[in-house]
């Protein structure tokens, strides 16, 4: 599959491909983390005319040959002749070479308060820590962080990196730990609801995040997950979807 940017007035020397993992059926977007990311800084860059961009899904059981010529991995960012595949150097490349608007931010406060959230999410769902107190404890510090500024995201009132790269975790966490663990994030983290409603209502989110069913089978996917349900193997509809499920709503 193959979607178009939404912006129509850069050259083409400012076309840039995202080649990103496809899900269950070949075709749609599938559920990497990085893949999204990079989705939505290049929506973010599109919107305001600095480039136009295909973001293509890619198989990786059956990887077409003119894609195993670029890489082995996903995601992949093509510009030209420039091919990239580490996730560092592709943040760098899109800084430097598309600077317009900038993503960076300068918040350290921000940016520690997010980096454990994810592996102790990882030690939970695949039972490695047993009970949710240490990612309740990482989810608590999100949102003591945003009660306590005054803006939309976590470094502003636009998306930055920072939020390119946590909002979709949060996603795989809210989704993820509801169907393995059935675990919710606390209602009353007020702070953190209003953070992903106004993701949810961002385009640029929304447009870039793969379903319910797609998160699952991701983590489904992997030896280390415990299995499912039958129960939730039917809600999920894990053996065969039908219309996909985005977990948008938000308890406020």
Avoid at 54 to 83: C, S, Y
Avoid at 136 to 161: F, M, P, R, S, T
């Amino acid at each position: 599959m193959s979607v178009n940017g939404d912006s129509q007035s850069s050259m083409p020397t400012n076309h840039v491909e995202l080649y990103i993992r496809a899900g269950k059926d070949g075709e749609c977007l599938g559920a990497c983390i990085n893949c999204q990311r990079f989705y939505m800084i290049l929506d973010r860059k599109g919107k305001a005319g600095e480039l136009t961009f295909d973001v293509i899904t890619i198989n990786m059981a059956r990887p077409p040959a003119e894609f195993k010529k670029l890489a082995n991995r996903l995601p992949v960012l093509k510009h030209g002749d420039e091919i990239l595949s580490d996730n560092d150097e592709i943040v760098q490349y899109l800084d430097e070479n598309f600077p317009y608007p900038s993503l960076r931010y300068d918040n350290m406060l921000a940016h520690s308060v997010c980096l454990d959230i994810f592996s102790k999410f990882s030690f939970y769902i695949k039972q490695v820590s047993h009970g949710p107190e240490n990612l309740l404890k990482e989810l608590q510090a999100i949102n003591d962080y945003l009660e306590g500024v005054d803006c939309l995201y976590l470094c502003g009132n636009e998306l930055k990196h920072l939020d390119c790269l946590m909002l979709p975790k949060l996603q795989h966490i809210r989704v993820a730990a509801k169907a393995f663990k059935d675990f919710d994030i606390p209602a009353d983290m007020v702070g953190l609801w209003k953070y992903l409603k106004n993701a949810y209502a961002n385009d640029t989110f929304r447009k870039s995040c793969p379903s319910d069913q797609e998160i699952v089978h991701f983590w489904e996917s992997k030896p280390e997950t415990p299995k499912l349900s039958e129960e939730k193997k039917k809600e999920y509809g894990t053996d065969g979807y039908a219309e996909p499920k985005f977990s948008f709503d938000v308890p406020l």
